[in-house]
């Protein structure tokens, strides 16, 4: 079993920055990737970020260039920060810790809301 825990969401205006955390526990191996997902009002989840267990990173268009994944050394806790915020970044952010290409566990995702 795994657990996610993420943190950091919150209402910032256009143009801000926010940072997420999603912290990870029980049976986890570096050399699985961790990611970011994204879900908006009336649309579908969508890939925000990923990062490999050797570091390699993956982005959604729409974000790239303004959002940075990273991952600590011990690879348990993986951020997002999220710069230059625009109104259409407004969801709701889950962690995602990923098994296979199909399989993971979620995190119970955090709120980030951007005004404009």
């Known amino acids: 079993q795994v657990q996610l825990v993420e943190s950091g969401g919150g209402l910032v205006q256009a143009g801000g920055s926010l940072r997420l955390s999603c912290a990870a526990s029980?049976?986890?191996?570096?050399?699985?990737?961790m990611g970011w997902y994204r879900q908006a009002p009336g649309k579908q989840c969508e890939l925000v970020a990923e990062?490999?267990?050797?570091?390699?990173?993956t982005y959604s268009g729409s974000v790239k260039g303004r959002f940075t994944i990273s991952r600590d050394n011990a690879a348990t806790t993986v951020y997002l920060q999220m710069n230059s915020l625009k109104p259409e970044d407004t969801a709701v952010y889950y962690c995602?810790?990923?098994?296979?290409?199909?399989?993971?566990?979620w995190g119970q995702g955090t709120q980030v809301t951007v005004s404009s």
């Open positions: 990062i490999t267990g050797g570091g390699n990173t």
């Open positions: 029980g049976s986890i191996f570096s050399r699985n990737a």
């Open positions: 995602l810790y990923r098994i296979s290409t199909r399989l993971g566990y």
